[in-house]
DNA sequence: CTTATCTGCGTAGACCATACGCAGAAGCTA
DNA sequence: TAGCTTCTGCGTATGGTCTACGCAGATAAG
């Protein structure tokens, strides 16, 4: 019957995957996992994740501060729950006649409009590998991309890691950027050129040979950002094109 | 004198630089703001990140909480701080007569030793883009890496953000499962192995091929971490490697 | 010696997560 | 139908958090 090797899931896990079902004894509950889950969003959305407190959530809802610990074990857990569901579900899976390279570009390109979408998201710290329902959702179609590549299974692994992060890491010094820019009631564009001016006097007297050179050769590109975010999206995904094609040629 | 281009340093960058000095009227300062730092910084290596705070760190001084406000503006730039001087000097620079690779990857490995060596940094959130003195020094050896490569200055900038970012990755992902296995008093191995059981155990009655072929293959390394990081760095350069020979070769 | 300025720091305000326990609702069993 | 069990929302309380404000005393300039 058991085998032994059975643990039993954690209770957020279980919570996430809807695996929880209500009791029949007690009274009806009032509220749900989802609205609990949605108003968190909604108040992360509008007023940052910095406003995410439990009695703010249980205010949305018309509820008692305390009545959210019915729902979620712990404020983390909702914060968990909010990113899967804020993520929602990953874009199209590679096709049957399409190449790796475009379905894996789809996947990073949905990554980083997931994470534009809703900024807040990069500041909930990553709890641990992906095992919610999104988030596994997600690992499934990275993981179709590269299926028939050749690649063992731990790199087919590293690479989504990889592009996730790269998504991830980019996401965020832009939105960082960005809301700088807010904050000071500047443009983007302006923040960036204080940033250059800044390190420019910081390093002036200074054995930064790399920065001067970097500074005095200029940086005036109109689609600045959506360049960089291709350039380095490129890199990866031709590193990841040499790996596949020694193994598609070299066999062994 | 002044040619309108001027914007005054922010005050967190300015005391990151040592750009503050003391005034000479009132009385003697008894702390430094060094020795607060270094409060910070022993009070988050010995008992995380979550136990810093003001009046902890205050505490560590013998002094009183509010005392900190006159060495530091916020709590946050506290931590910023911490962060510069906890990451360190990055290591020894591209030699003169030195690949770009192997440079790069000197450096790259550098950022997972730091990370590793003070692991609560990966949760003090990235406020910007690199402006104290030591994030400062490590942007320029990153940059050293890849002078004369043919690179354009965007391009030099978007490759280190991909490799540090990669770093920061992959040590938050690992340090996060090192700790999980510490809170529960397993190995990392076990969970891992958890982790596997639970997606298996999760993914079993749907759309999940991918997921299941992965876990079919098995997985059973000996030096899994190790390979892992290096697999997705290698990646990651080889795809450097190829822009930087079509610039080297196709001249433009 | 006066005066300006800076120091450490006590107090207080406005938050926060969450442990505990209670009154009442809902269903199960007899 | 009665009683028991279990579950509900949520009030209260504990023990934190950051930091604004302002005061008493120290220091040095004029």
């Known amino acids: 019957m058991s085998d032994g090797s059975d643990v039993e899931l954690p209770e957020n896990v279980a ?4 695996l929880r079902e209500r009791p029949s004894r007690g009274p009806k509950r009032g509220l749900s996992l989802e609205q609990v889950v949605a108003a968190g969003i909604q108040v992360a959305q509008s007023e940052g994740l910095g ?6 959530v249980a205010g949305e809802l018309g509820a008692a501060t305390m009545s959210l610990y019915r729902y979620v074990p712990t404020k983390h857990d909702l914060l968990d729950l909010m990113v899967d569901t804020a993520y929602g579900p990953p874009p199209p899976p590679r096709a049957p006649d ?10 990073a390109e949905g990554n980083l409009t997931a994470l534009r979408r809703q900024p807040w998201m990069r500041h909930v710290p990553i ?3 992906p095992i919610n329902p999104n ?3 997600w690992l499934e179609y990275g993981l179709t991309a590269l299926a028939g590549t050749g690649l063992r299974g731990t790199e ?3 690479t989504i890691m990889l ?4 998504a991830r890491s980019w996401a965020t010094t832009t ?3 960005m809301e700088a820019a807010v904050r000071s009631g500047q443009t983007p564009d302006q923040v960036g050129l204080h940033y250059w001016q800044h390190l420019a006097r910081l390093t002036a007297d200074g054995p930064y040979p790399a920065i001067h050179e970097l500074i005095a050769e200029g940086d005036d590109e109109d689609d600045y950002a959506d360049a960089e975010w291709r350039f380095g999206l490129g890199r990866v995904l031709d590193g990841v094109e040499v790996m596949i094609q020694t193994r598609t040629a070299g066999g062994r």
């Open 98 to 107: 399409e190449g790796w390279r475009p379905a894996l570009t789809r996947w």
């Open 51 to 56: 406003a995410v407190s439990m009695s703010r």
């Open 156 to 158: 087919r692994v590293s």
């Open 127 to 129: 709890s641990g590998p």
């Open 163 to 166: 592009v996730s992060g790269y």
């Open 135 to 137: 988030q596994v959702r």
């Open 175 to 177: 939105a960082d950027l």
């Open 15 to 18: 919570l996430a995957w809807g």
